[in-house]
Nanobody
Framework: QVQLVESGGGLVQAGGSLRLSCAAS????????MGWYRQAPGKQRELVAQ???????NYADSVKGRFTISRDNGKNAVYLQMNSLKPEDTAVYYC???????????????WGQGTQVTVSS
């Protein structure tokens, strides 16, 4: 099957930067959109940023101008560069990918296990 493994979370002071990485492995014919979501305690999971296979990006208003999403199709990987971090960015960040594992252009959504990002004030 397909696995998504995230890395790069941690503790950082407000104004600092972190870079999250996520790599997909397993039986993969193609990946459509890849993205990052986050969930803070007591809140619903929300989209942070998404990128299509062709590189078109979409960001939550709260992170525009501070976060940058990118991907490496050859490595089945997606990245999130987070700058000017704020305490309200504190959350568990999840990687998501729409994967065709059968070669039939049927895409299924997969999630990583999540990585904690904590921004101190």
């Amino acid at each position: 099957q397909v696995q998504l493994v995230e890395s790069g979370g941690g503790l950082v002071q407000a104004g600092g930067s972190l870079r999250l990485s996520c790599a997909a492995s397993g039986t993969i014919f193609r990946i459509n959109a890849m993205g990052w979501y986050r969930q803070a305690p007591g809140k619903q999971r929300e989209l942070v940023a998404q990128i299509t296979r062709n590189g078109r990006t979409n960001y939550a208003d709260s992170v525009k101008g501070r976060f940058t999403i990118s991907r490496d199709n050859g490595k089945n990987a997606v990245y999130l560069q987070m700058n000017s971090l704020k305490p309200e960015d504190t959350a568990v960040y999840y990687c998501n990918a729409e994967v065709d594992y059968s070669g039939t252009y049927s895409f299924y959504s997969y999630w990583g296990q999540g990585t904690q990002v904590t921004v101190s004030s």
